[in-house]
């Protein structure tokens, strides 16, 4: 199904492909990123100006520009191959108050913009976004809190209910993420309650599942067994996970269990497991499968068909990430599915932790670099045929 590379690429011209080799070449060594990691880092930290450099290179091609006005042409771009647009602020590291209320205030912007362009299927956004990440561990380890951070705890939910309200509203499905597990607890806490509040006859909020994680099977078969018994419809993204590192360093230091499963053989059979289970309770189960594995995507879509669902149905959605898997994403939208790809924005500097993810995603993970630069030479070598 995604070895069409005519398809995967048919939007991107020679130039643009060209680029694509060689950020891929370039981050296809370790040395680099992590060198790379560093400088950048103390380049900030110096206020040494990167924009000039990040913004025509690595940026450009993970991320859809610094503001909303600036990923309209990457959404028109991919509108015009049918695949819808997840505009993620994806600026990191905010403590202050006005910060959060800040990145409140952009995704209701996305939300408001969806309402007159349908190519914005989803809303997205991360906890920690709008409130600090050490109030969070706080709350989740069930410390008692201060008269202040009592407080900021309400503001939090109430931003966090201000959206879902927006998007609901909107009538805009809202992916909340995951995150790291020791905060994970709170976050599941407060969607639930979002999705008991605003998913009366569809899914609107969405939570997050990390399949790398070896209870989520469990967690998965609890939510549908808790939305039953009160009576709402389940959103789920289901990824694989973004923190395997730092989860498995930080439960060696602190001396507890790994949440992560020990290999990666198990977190792609929990992902598929848990495609089935979604697919089986579809009466109140609505899905957005986030992922870059060949083979789930094509067992996701084998089972639609299977099951005789109509593959436009909005209950099922492809997502990959801006840059990365276009043979995937432009080769199932091209076969009917709903596809959509993560589109994140924001200031430069702002976004570079996640660009550092992103280059060291596509470094650790075992053939993910390789398989993008081999799609690409082929479709290069193609079109010179």
């Known amino acids: 199904m995604f070895n069409n590379t005519e398809i995967a690429f048919l939007s991107k011209s020679e130039k643009e492909l060209l680029r694509a080799y060689y950020l891929f ?143 609901f509203q909107a009538e805009l499905p809202i992916l909340i993420d995951a995150e790291e597990s020791w905060i994970q607890d709170v976050i599941d806490k407060m969607t639930i309650e979002m999705m008991q509040k605003y998913n009366h006859t569809k899914a609107i909020v969405y939570n997050t599942l990390q399949l790398y994680r070896h209870d989520r099977i469990a967690f998965l078969n609890n939510s549908i067994e808790h939305a039953k018994e009160k009576q709402y419809f389940l959103g789920l993204k289901l990824v694989r996970g973004a923190y395997i590192e730092k989860e498995r360093e930080r439960a060696l230091v602190k001396g507890y269990l790994s949440p992560v499963h020990i290999n990666k053989e198990s977190t792609d059979k929990d992902y598929d497991k848990a495609i089935e289970i979604c697919l089986t309770h579809s009466d109140i189960v609505s899905i957005c499968a986030g992922s870059h594995n060949e083979n789930s995507n094509a067992l996701l879509a084998k089972l639609i068909v299977a099951k005789q669902f109509k593959k436009e149905d909005k209950r099922f959605y492809f997502a990959q990430l801006l840059g990365m898997s276009d043979h995937i994403s432009y080769n199932l939208v091209h076969n009917g599915y709903n596809v959509a790809k993560y589109v994140p924005f924001g200031p430069v500097k702002s976004v570079m932790p996640y660009l550092i993810r992103r280059a060291q995603e596509n470094t650790s993970i075992s053939g993910q670099t390789g398989r993008e630069l081999k799609l690409i030479k082929y479709e290069l070598k193609r079109r010179n045929h």
């Open 25 to 167: 070449k370039t981050i296809e060594k370790p040395w680099i990123v992590n060198w790379g990691n560093k400088l950048l880092s103390f380049a900030i930290f110096v206020r040494f100006p990167v924009k000039w450099i990040l913004k025509p290179t690595i940026f450009s091609h993970f991320c859809g520009g610094e503001t909303i006005e600036e990923c309209k042409k990457t959404i028109s771009n991919l509108a015009e191959s049918n695949i819808g647009s997840i505009l993620d602020y994806s600026a990191e590291g905010n403590q202050k108050e006005s910060d959060f209320d800040f990145v409140m205030n952009e995704i209701l912007q996305v939300i408001e913009i969806s309402k007159i362009n349908t190519f914005i299927p989803f809303a997205v956004f991360k906890v920690t976004g709008v409130a600090r990440f050490e109030l969070l561990e706080k709350v989740n380890s069930k410390m008692e809190l201060t008269a202040e951070e009592k407080i900021e705890y309400n503001k939090l939910y109430g931003r966090v209910d201000t959206i879902c309200k927006a998007a």
